[in-house]
């Protein structure tokens, strides 16, 4: 059997900014604190990461930091999604020229294109740049939802090695495992619906959680990839709380609060995120305490 090349736990990493920029040092201790625990590799300047937000030669600079500080040790997964294709493009020669393991491509936000349109990004970017690249389909961000149809039209190409699913749909899994190569990558986006999304064959998840949690969603994965889903039920009781949490206000700043409240960080995001309301806060701590983060 053809083993997927990404998969386990890989966390959707927060860009920490102190005073208008990005915190490197703070970055590199988060990413050190995820090497630590286990994870199986980072996603940097994904949508968790406010690229959405952060300057081009901040994205980079993210980026570069991630590869550099991980030196091997981890994959990282740099994001490289647009709502227009040539800075897609961009983006993903960047993260290859500075030697990141993957490209992590979200679906175009804002114009919607159809499927046919999608289908064409998605090419140009896997023609140009001879990286792996993950598809991402997060609809409740971008506005537009990555058909399993345009997924299955994509797999085929060879620099096109897996998807990102953040719909919390059971159902998709199974149709691409039925009908998508064999080795191809499935990557929850979903941090609540994840032991499912394993069971129903996933290979693993791109975690929002993990950015606070790392070792209870490591030890989640161990017991699914064990076979032990006793074990991966009670790991993923205790978490429940913590993933819809990490959800009550405009993500990332629930994982930034999260953060600060562990002393790794500030709580600072960039315009128009704001941070986490007064009244969500008592409802993070209450998840953090049950996760067993104090």
Not at 223 to 239: F, K, P, V
Not at 259 to 264: A, M, N, Q, T, Y
Request: with cysteine.
């Amino acid at each position: 059997m053809t083993a997927p090349l990404f998969k386990g736990v890989i966390t959707a990493l927060i860009t920490p900014l102190r005073d208008g920029n990005v915190d490197e040092a703070a970055f590199v201790k988060l990413l050190e604190r995820q090497i630590a625990a286990g994870v199986d590799g980072v996603a940097p300047m994904g949508t968790t990461g406010e690229s959405a937000t952060l300057h081009p030669d901040e994205h980079k600079r993210v980026v570069e930091l991630a590869v550099a500080t991980a030196a091997g040790r981890i994959r990282v997964i740099a994001g490289a999604g647009s709502s227009a294709t040539d800075k897609a493009v961009e983006m993903a020669a960047h993260a290859k020229a500075v030697g990141a393991d993957g490209a992590l491509v979200v679906a175009p936000y804002y114009n919607r294109p159809s499927q046919a349109g999608m289908t064409a990004h998605f090419r140009a970017i896997a023609d140009a740049v001879q990286l792996p690249v993950l598809l991402y389909n997060v609809p409740g961000r971008t506005g537009s939802d990555l058909a399993n149809e345009t997924v299955a039209a994509l797999a085929g190409h060879p620099n096109i090695v897996g998807v990102k699913d953040a719909t919390g749909d059971m159902g998709r899994i199974a149709w691409m495992r039925a009908t998508l190569p064999e080795g191809f990558a499935y990557l929850s986006g979903d941090d609540s619906s994840w032991l499912g999304y394993a069971a129903s064959g996933g290979h693993g998840v791109i975690s929002v959680t993990s950015n606070v949690a790392p070792e209870a969603m490591v030890a989640l994965h161990q017991a699914l990839a064990a076979g032990d889903l006793a074990t991966a039920r009670s790991w993923q009781d205790r978490l429940i709380g913590l993933h819809r949490a990490l959800f009550l206000d405009n993500s990332p700043s629930p994982t930034k609060y999260a953060l600060s409240r562990l002393g790794l960080c500030g709580e600072e995001v960039r315009l128009p995120l704001a941070p986490t309301a007064e009244a969500v806060r008592p409802e993070i701590d209450r998840a953090m305490a049950a996760a067993g983060l104090t």
